[in-house]
């Protein structure tokens, strides 16, 4: 039973804009700080973005500025917009839930991930 389901990847020229989308269930929603980290080939999956409670946010250096991550609570759905992308930026994006200020070993759930390619 797939409990994050992700979906948005692509294909985007340099400077493009995608948005990502993770949909989980009520109880995942409600109960986990949510999350999307990033893995780019030959390199470790690494944090992006995170929302939690309340709406707070916090992200990596990397894409601060860039991304913005916010929530549909009546979907139960989280969105990772990400704006001005560059080369960088391609990975394979997931989805997790996981406890505030978690790390990747932490997360109690995680999507099947969805490619992200930044190309001219």
């Known amino acids: 039973q797939v409990q994050l389901a992700e979906s948005g990847g692509g294909l985007v020229q340099p400077g493009g804009s995608l948005r990502l989308s993770c949909a989980t269930s009520?109880?995942?929603?409600?109960?986990?700080?949510m999350y999307w980290y990033r893995q780019a080939p030959g390199k470790q999956r690494e944090f992006v973005a995170v929302?939690?409670?309340?709406?707070?946010?916090k992200y990596a250096d990397s894409v601060k500025g860039r991304f913005t991550i916010y929530r549909d609570n009546a979907e139960n759905t989280v969105y990772l917009q990400m704006n001005s992308l560059n080369p960088e930026d391609t990975a394979v994006y997931y989805c997790a839930a996981g406890p505030f200020r978690g790390t990747v070993r932490s997360m109690n759930y995680w999507g099947q991930g969805t490619q992200v390619t930044v190309s001219s």
């Open positions: 009520l109880k995942i929603f409600s109960t986990n700080a």
């Open positions: 929302i939690w409670r309340g709406d707070s946010t």
